[in-house]
């Protein structure tokens, strides 16, 4: 599967309502790595790549989405993201936890296995 673009209304509709909502819940199913990116960031090019292979990787337990920060200011704005790339990890029963920078695959993978699919069967 690979990564999904996602709009403000998306966002709403498929991960969290915040102009709803004022306690964070996860409307997914699966559990899901955002990655808030520009077409001009270098960094962003690296990771992309990286992403789009976890997505093959970890298909049926995992959604990867990636946002526009320069087509998504008001969705950008109201997670606070001041750099590039940031992720926004979100477990389905968890509160979801940033990160921010490009990261190598390893470290993705050990994020995903730790807090995303661990108790998911294989």
Request: charged share 30%; proline share 7%; hydrophobic share 40%.
């Amino acid at each position: 599967m690979p990564t999904i673009q996602l709009t403000t209304e998306d966002f709403k509709e498929k991960i969290f309502d915040y102009d709803t909502e004022k306690e964070w819940k996860y409307k997914g199913e699966l559990p899901a790595i955002i990655d808030f990116y520009a077409d001009w960031c270098g960094p962003c090019k690296m990771v992309a790549p990286v992403l789009e292979e976890l997505s093959e990787e970890y298909k049926d337990k995992l959604i990867i989405y990636k946002v526009d920060t320069e087509k998504e200011r008001d969705l950008s704005a109201a997670f606070g993201i001041q750099s590039i790339p940031t992720f926004l990890v979100i477990p389905v029963e968890e509160q979801p936890m940033m990160q921010p920078g490009a990261l190598p695959k390893n470290v993705f993978r050990q994020i995903i296995d730790e807090h995303l699919v661990k108790d998911r069967t294989a």
